[in-house]
């Protein structure tokens, strides 16, 4: 079964940058669409950002675009969330998710998921 383990959240400052790792055990992950999502205290889970298998599809949220960058290493079986310029409103739990045919639009239909990494902004 194909697991997820975000890592690289923390504490920083309005203005800093951060890159999450989601990092996946599994044959056949570097063929997974995969996506990060995140969801702050008292509100639904929010779609971040996604990456197609070939890493050539990508696609953000309006509130993270020019600001985070998603990518993937597949030999190193990891996908990676670059995060630029964050600000409060960025405060989160950020979790990865991936499977072999999620919507099309690549904002649900996920059939694994990580656990989380919180991610805190100060101002």
């Known amino acids: 079964q194909v697991r997820l383990v975000e890592s690289g959240g923390g504490l920083v400052q309005a203005g800093d940058s951060l890159r999450l790792s989601c990092a996946a055990s599994?044959?056949?992950?570097?063929?997974?669409?995969t996506a990060w999502f995140r969801q702050a205290p008292g509100k639904e889970r929010e779609f971040v950002a996604y990456?197609?298998?070939?890493?050539?599809?990508?696609s953000y949220a309006d509130s993270v675009k020019g600001r985070f960058t998603i990518s993937r290493d597949n030999a190193k079986n990891t996908v990676y969330l670059q995060m630029n310029s964050l600000k409060p409103e960025d405060t989160a739990v950020y979790s990865c998710?991936?499977?072999?045919?999620?919507?099309?639009?690549?904002?649900?239909?996920?059939?694994?998921w990580g656990q989380g990494t919180q991610v805190t902004v100060s101002s």
């Open positions: 998710a991936a499977g072999p045919k999620p919507d099309g639009s690549g904002r649900g239909g996920y059939a694994y």
């Open positions: 599994g044959r056949t992950f570097s063929s997974y669409p």
């Open positions: 990456i197609g298998w070939s890493a050539i599809s990508t």
